[in-house]
C-alpha cells in the first residue's frame, strides 16, 4: 500500500510564461520506472498552456519524494565508460567550432563521461550533481565537483562550455537555470543542450503507436518543443548555432547555444 508522501508540490502557472491560463493534456504511469517506488504516486498528469503550447505536469516533486527517487543511483561514476565516451566524443566534436579550450562546465554529469572526455580534448572540467556520491567521486578522480544548485555556483573564471544534457526537463522551473548559466559563461561562450524533441516525428509516431516513454518518465517535469526552447534560450541571451540528434536518448535533439545576441556575436567566426 503507498505511504502517505505528499508527492508533488502543484505549479499554479505555466513555469516558462507564468500564464494560468493552463489545460489536461494527459496522464502517465510511472510505476515500472525503475527509480519508482511503491511509497510514491504512480500517476502523472500532464498540462498544457494555452498561452506558450509548453507541456508540464501538474507539480514537481517535494523534498521528501526526492530522496526517495535518489535514494536509487542509476548514474554511477564510470558506467560503461568506454561506450559513454564514444558518445561524449561526438557531443564535444559538435562544440569544437564555437570553442576549443577552457572551462567546460557539465551540469547533472551522471556517470561523468562528458567531463571524462572533455579533459582529453583539452578543456578544464568541472562538474555540478545532485547525487554527493557522485561529488564525492569526482573530486577524489582529481575533477573539481559540486553538490549545489547551479543558481548558486560561483566560479573564479567564467566558462567557455557549459553543458546540460538531458537537465532542463528535470528542473521545475528552467529560467533560473538558464540565467545561471548565461552568469556563468563568458560572451561567446558556448551552452550545449540536450533533451527530447516532442515535435520530432519520431516523438508523434511513437504517441501513435502508445509507445512514448516520456510521458511516463517519473522525474521529468517537461516536455519540450524545439520552438519552445528556441523562444527561450533567446529571452535569456542565447542564439542557437547549431541544431543536431542525440544519441543518448530516443528522440532527443542535442542544441549548440552561444551566449550572447545575433547583433553581438558572429556564429561565422567563433
Given at each position: 500500500?503507498?505511504?502517505a508522501v505528499s ?241 543518448r536518448y530516443l ?20
Amino acid at each position: 500500500m503507498r505511504a502517505a508522501v505528499s508527492d508533488r508540490i502543484t505549479f499554479d502557472a505555466c513555469p516558462l510564461c507564468e500564464s494560468a491560463n493552463v489545460a489536461d493534456l494527459r496522464t502517465g504511469d510511472c510505476s515500472k520506472h525503475p527509480l519508482y517506488s511503491q511509497d510514491l504516486d504512480p500517476q502523472i498528469l500532464w498540462k498544457q498552456c494555452s498561452a506558450c503550447t509548453h507541456v508540464f505536469t501538474a507539480g514537481y516533486h517535494t523534498e521528501e519524494a526526492c530522496s526517495i527517487i535518489f535514494s536509487k543511483n542509476n548514474q554511477a561514476v564510470g558506467g560503461a565508460i568506454h561506450e559513454n565516451r564514444a558518445v561524449a566524443s561526438a557531443m564535444i566534436e559538435k562544440v569544437l567550432p564555437y570553442a576549443a579550450d577552457g572551462i567546460w562546465l557539465d551540469v547533472g554529469f551522471g556517470n561523468g563521461a562528458l567531463l571524462f572526455t572533455a579533459q582529453e580534448y583539452g578543456f578544464t572540467s568541472v562538474g555540478v550533481d545532485v547525487r554527493i556520491e557522485n561529488v564525492n567521486i569526482m573530486n577524489a578522480l582529481g575533477v573539481e565537483s559540486y553538490h549545489t544548485d547551479l543558481a548558486h555556483l560561483s566560479l573564479a573564471t567564467k566558462c567557455s562550455v557549459i553543458s546540460m544534457c538531458d537537465v532542463l526537463e528535470h528542473i521545475p522551473y528552467p529560467k533560473p537555470a538558464l540565467s545561471a548559466a548565461r552568469r556563468l559563461l563568458k560572451d561567446g561562450g558556448v551552452l550545449l543542450l540536450s533533451m527530447p524533441n516532442s515535435e520530432s516525428m519520431t516523438w508523434r509516431i511513437s504517441d501513435m503507436q502508445n509507445a512514448n516513454p516520456y510521458w511516463n518518465e517519473i522525474n521529468h517535469y517537461h516536455n519540450f518543443s524545439r520552438t519552445r526552447l528556441y523562444s527561450m534560450l533567446n529571452e535569456h541571451g542565447f542564439t542557437p548555432a547549431r541544431y543536431g540528434i542525440s544519441n543518448r536518448y530516443l528522440s532527443c535533439m542535442e542544441i549548440v547555444a552561444v551566449a550572447g545576441t545575433a547583433s553581438t556575436i558572429d556564429l561565422a567566426s567563433t
